[in-house]
């Protein structure tokens, strides 16, 4: 049985592999403008959300190099909303609030930006997590960078997760593992008709 266990966790992780490669040269294909507008459909989308709307507590992204992108989310609702960023610490994701772009270090983690200050524990308190991803599916599986931050550290709340990704980043189905989680909705910019985002049930 651990041999079967073995085999299966090697083959996921050779998909995910390979999976990352084909989004990169995806989004190395996506134009400025391409990529600017569809962000901001897809934030449009996402603030429309009632979740969205009712939250008072929510944990976004500083968004970096290909992901969707949410400085101008996070800027926008700052004053109407707490808004806590991730910082990393080693191998654990840690939570800080977006007190405005003066409050912004570079991080550990490629540099990206994260706020200075006190560290955010009250996770009983957040309401919405808007959560990146490198690939998404129609079951709301998500895969991410490898690193396994975010899923270890959503095991730890209870938060609706909205997973926000471009058109190309969602697939029928991609490779999942037992500890990998759900997402409640997963969005993108298609149009309002063809909106691919999917609630669980």
């Known amino acids: 049985m651990n041999c079967v266990m073995s085999m299966n966790q090697s083959t996921i ?4 592999s390979e999976l990352r490669r084909t ?8 134009s400025p403008q391409e990529y600017l ?7 449009g989308s996402l603030e429309m959300l009632p979740e969205f709307r009712s939250a008072k507590t929510v944990l976004a992204y500083w968004s970096y190099k290909g992901e969707v992108h949410t400085h101008d989310l996070i800027r926008k609702w700052a004053d109407k909303k707490r808004i806590l960023l991730p910082s990393v610490n080693g191998d654990e994701m840690l939570i800080r609030q977006y007190q405005g772009d003066d409050s ?5 983690l ?5 706020p200075a200050g006190q560290v955010f524990t009250d996770y009983a ?4 997590v808007i959560i990146p991803g490198i690939a998404f599916d ?7 960078r490898g690193k396994a931050y975010y899923d270890r550290f959503l095991c730890k709340i209870n938060a609706f997760k909205a997973g926000i990704c471009f058109s190309f980043q969602l697939f029928e ?8 989680i759900l997402m409640d909705t997963v969005i993108t910019e298609v149009s309002q008709n063809e909106r691919r985002a999917f609630l669980r049930s």
């Open 138 to 144: 129609k079951k709301n599986n998500r895969m991410g």
């Open 37 to 43: 507008e569809a962000s901001a459909i897809i934030t």
């Open 125 to 128: 308190g957040i309401d919405f």
């Open 110 to 114: 490629f540099g990206i930006p994260e």
């Open 13 to 16: 992780i050779a998909e995910k």
């Open 104 to 108: 912004m270090v570079p991080g550990d």
């Open 23 to 30: 989004i990169s040269r995806l989004k190395a294909a996506q």
């Open 173 to 180: 189905t991609i490779p999942a593992g037992e500890h990998d």
